[in-house]
């Protein structure tokens, strides 16, 4: 099967065909990579960012031309602690492979492989209608589709100019919910939590990779104070009871 995959590819590579999902909507999906990182699609929309899909083989005839170009984007982009998230799909590698290209290539964001723990990547293929390789896809964080059809990827400078067009750039700094506040932000050792909603519930603290890195349970969460002296500096998300605002720690 993955010859018959690769020779459609190279096939597709020389009469300059674009590789495509036919969807305009995302189709949620929640993976967990060899190095444990918890990819949850739309919990990464939801905090603001933009998410590039990348659909490809670690030992496709095409990789050394336009993987550098990938590499390349990620890092203008801030290594997935920006505006862009990446995640990688790739239905035909394992583990090892995987490992070997992130090196090669210079990356670190989560790639999906055919032996993933949750949703693995032969099923996100099949749900986002992906049969042809190198497909890349970028969603917004209200779940469109901006791009699905940059092929073939050449040049890096093309990449990070057709990103930059098309992404939204307003959400991941306006998570802000009215019903919720959090004050000091910036903050340093504690952080005062004001809430429309009422009872207790459980406070959860995401980092930029998606990863729970703090849930602390408060019996009100109209009125909390939560310590954070045991976190790093960095953006991070708090959400409880459905709302997320961004948090700052200096």
Known sequence: MKRVLLFVFALLFSFNVKAQTSLTEAVDFQSID?????VHLF?????GQNVVMYFFFSDAETSPYFDPNIAQA???FGDNQGDVYFVGVAPSDDSLSIANW???YEVDFPVINRISVGDDAHEICEDYGVIIFSTFVLIAPDKRILIDNIWPIMDAQELIAEIEDKMVVDNIAEVNDESLGLYPNPATSFVNIKSSASGSCDINIFDMTGRCVKS?????VSDAIINIEDLDKGVYFIELAGKVEKLIIE
Do not use: K, P, S, W
């Not at 060899?34 to 918890?38: S, V």
């Not at 919990?43 to 905090?47: A, K, N, P, T």
């Open 74 to 76: 990620y890092h203008h």
């Open 216 to 220: 602390v349970y408060v019996e009100d």
């Open 102 to 104: 992130r090196m090669e």
């Open 34 to 38: 060899d190095y444990g990182t918890n």
């Open 43 to 47: 919990e990464i929309l939801e905090r």
